[in-house]
């Protein structure tokens, strides 16, 4: 058993649940252009001795439905939070849920305003002791970051949480200046049946059936707008914060994970932000610390509440005199697409980049065989070139989006298959553990015979039985090698000196074990490929050859002692109920088509603490690409959600397909609504979208 004096709520200490909680239920929030935004409120009630106690407030802003698909886990939350002398408010984004409006896109200028003018509105309420946070994992942690930015007074702190300060080089849409398949049509195709769910009716009254309509009839289809933004621009600055760091005045507290999609920025705004911060990153992927794989896990909320304490209550409880970047450095698993923990040992830092931080250079060098070359700590002076062609339906071997989630939505497996058909570059066995933590890079001195081309790294743990475990990867458009916001082709035949920078990691190389680099083309199905058949040769030796950077930590580089995370539960109730069907995730070889397909499903029901009120969805995808034809691949998605309540059953069915030519990408989009079994609504969107260098 725990001594006193080690326990974590001991020794950081958080604030205990005191307080009773009254729950109010589509609480409008007036902002400045006439709507009222529906939210939902715990509120704590003061205590017996303290009649006029005053709280903080944390505010959530999503769109994903407080009032049935996230009312379970809101409620619980809620309650919880309020109990400890917090106010949470889960506002729905104009356009979705219960509140008016349409919602013309995601992270609009309107919508940062509404967040704006909430915090304000929060901290006026009579019950409120005028302080504000913002709080929110993905698309809540975004809204955090951008309300931040505006500066609303009241606004003291934020913890965004697997969210980016970057819309174009780190969300959904495009990677490296690739577009996404796995994740962008998907996401967008999902909200076009999300954003047709209606309001919740007992708040809507008798105008409810006309605000659905107006809200079917007026939201578009945010992939297209998405499609046509190829670049980087002011359409992707708007929401990001980059590159005004400064802008931020709110005390920062960033939560990341190695395995999700969204771990490079916590990195940057460490480096780059100028307001209070502090940085945690877990193995995690794209869900809660408390439960996300790949453990180990710890108790977010008490992280949270901590930080909260301080900013919105003034408790002086050391938490900003803790160590202000913290990290776990994995070590070598046996690969999985579902592990429930990795070795390996948290570590902590004063601030980050690490002062002791340093570059250590491998060189590309060929191998006794095509395709299998060697990694080598001083270049070879004599000139060779490594040739490979373009293979779109490389990759099927590694995660099925770029950052992972839950079942289908896995990790990296045994790479083996995958490399066997692509360049790689191996190191001799280490003699001591390596410690590789930040930024790796591949400078790449690459020729093709095409235009268009996509350069795809991944860094590799080699164990002694050959086993191949991904680390990180790295994806670069190379038409976008100078510039995101002004591409240029390559010149056939001309060697281009680029570089591919990696996905953040902190993982330690053991003694016997080697460092791999692969090589490919493509990475499918998390990025469209390139559509131009084409041969591709990797310079190496000489004075400019492709060579691997490494950002390695000294065995006797400072660190912090580790705060003692707390790592049971927090406790939280769990109203209602869930059941999933089991997730699909399958990877079909078309022998005569020479096609690869990768097929997923996951579809669930949650059922209201209520017991009446339930809402059943999900969604297919079927991903398609051809080695025969770079140019013609295809994202077929389709999505479900049937909602009962009050009553009524609605049902909602959206479809979407992307197919590519050599020249331009070709959408189709449906949507079908019925109310109790009679049609309520149905439109299709068409559109042709010409491919950008991309």
């Not at 049935?68 to 104009?94: I, P, T, Y």
């Not at 995601?106 to 005028?130: F, H, I, K, M, S």
């Not at 969210?163 to 849409?173: G, K, S």
């Not at 990691?505 to 493509?522: D, K, N």
């Amino acid at each position: 058993m725990e001594s006193q004096a080690s326990d974590p709520e001991v020794t950081r200490p958080a604030s205990q649940p005191i307080h009773r909680v009254t729950t109010l239920h589509d609480v409008r929030v007036p902002v400045s252009d006439g709507l009222e935004l529906s939210a939902n409120l715990w509120l704590p009630e003061p205590r017996d001795d303290v009649p006029d106690e005053r709280f903080p407030a944390i505010l959530e802003l999503i769109p994903y439905r407080k009032d049935d698909w996230r009312a379970a886990s809101d409620q619980a939350r809620g309650e919880w939070l309020a109990a400890r002398g917090f106010a949470l408010c889960r506002l729905d984004v104009r356009g979705t849920g219960s509140s008016p409006g349409i919602a013309l896109d995601e992270y609009t200028a309107r919508e940062t305003q509404d967040g704006y003018e909430a915090v304000q509105w929060l901290a006026a309420q009579p019950w409120c002791n005028g302080n504000v946070g913002m709080w929110g994992i993905s698309y809540g942690g975004f809204t955090s970051i951008q309300v931040a930015k505006l500066r609303p007074p009241a606004l003291k702190a934020i913890v965004p949480m697997m969210a980016t300060d970057d819309r174009y080089t780190d969300d959904v849409h495009y990677i490296g200046g690739c577009v996404t398949v796995s994740e962008l049509s998907q996401y967008a195709v999902s909200m076009v049946g999300m954003n047709a769910m209606p309001p919740k009716a007992e708040y809507r009254g008798a105008a409810w059936a006309d605000e659905w309509r107006e809200r079917l009839e007026g939201t578009p289809v945010w992939l297209f707008e998405w499609l046509r933004q190829q670049r980087d621009g002011p359409y992707w600055r708007q929401g990001s914060l980059a590159p005004d760091y400064d802008a931020i005045e709110a005390a920062i507290f960033s939560i990341g994970g190695w395995m999700d999609s969204y771990v490079d920025p916590v990195l940057r705004m460490h480096e780059r932000c100028s307001a209070p911060r502090k940085s945690l990153i877990g193995n995690w992927v794209h869900s809660y610390p408390d439960d996300a794989y790949p453990g180990p896990n710890l108790d977010w909320y008490h992280e949270l509440v901590r930080f909260f304490d301080h900013w919105l209550k003034g408790v002086d409880n050391g938490v900003m005199d803790e160590p202000g970047f913290v990290v776990f450095r994995h070590e070598y698993a046996e690969p999985e697409p579902f592990p429930k923990q990795w070795p390996g040992h948290w570590l902590a830092f004063e601030t980050w980049p690490s002062p002791a931080s340093r570059e250590l250079a491998l060189h590309l060098a060929p191998g006794p065989t095509a395709l299998v070359g060697e990694l080598l700590r001083n270049a070879r002076p004599d000139a060779a070139v490594e040739r490979f062609r373009h293979r779109p339906t490389t990759g099927t071997r590694a995660s099925l989006s770029w950052g992972a989630g839950g079942a289908p939505n896995g990790l990296p497996r045994d790479l083996r298959p995958d490399e066997s058909l692509i360049p790689t570059f191996t190191s001799g066995p280490l003699e001591e553990p390596l410690d590789v933590v930040g930024f790796a890079a591949a400078e790449l001195a690459w020729e093709s015979s095409a235009p268009v081309a996509t350069a795809v790294v991944r860094l590799m743990d080699v164990a002694p039985d050959g086993t191949s475990s991904q680390v990180t990867a790295g994806i670069l458009n190379l038409t976008h090698r100078d510039s995101h916001a002004s591409p240029a082709p390559l010149e056939p035949g001309a060697v281009h000196h680029v570089r591919v920078p990696m996905r953040a990691t902190a993982h330690r190389f053991l003694p016997g074990h080697r460092i791999r680099l692969s090589v490919a083309s493509a990475y499918w199905p998390v990025i469209w490929p390139s559509p131009i058949r084409a041969e591709y040769g990797l310079h190496l030796g000489g004075s400019g050859g492709s060579r691997l950077v490494l950002p390695v930590l000294p065995a006797d580089a400072p660190t912090k002692p580790v705060p003692p995370f707390k790592t049971t539960p927090a406790g939280l109730v769990d109203p209602g109920s869930y059941r999933d069907e089991p997730p699909v995730w399958q990877i079909t070889d078309d022998v005569i088509d020479g096609s690869v397909t990768v097929t997923t499903s996951e579809f669930g029901e949650v059922v209201l603490p209520d017991g009446r009120t339930s809402l059943y969805s999900g969604e297919r995808l079927e991903m398609t690409a051809s080695d025969e034809d770079p140019a013609v691949a295809r994202m077929q998605n389709e999505v479900v959600y049937r909602l009962r309540d009050g009553g009524s059953e609605i049902r909602i069915e959206a479809s979407g397909t992307v197919r590519s030519t050599e020249t331009d990408f070709h959408m189709n989009v449906g949507l079908q609504v019925t109310l109790d079994g009679a049609r309520f609504f149905e439109r299709g969107w068409f559109e042709t979208i010409p491919r950008r260098l991309v």
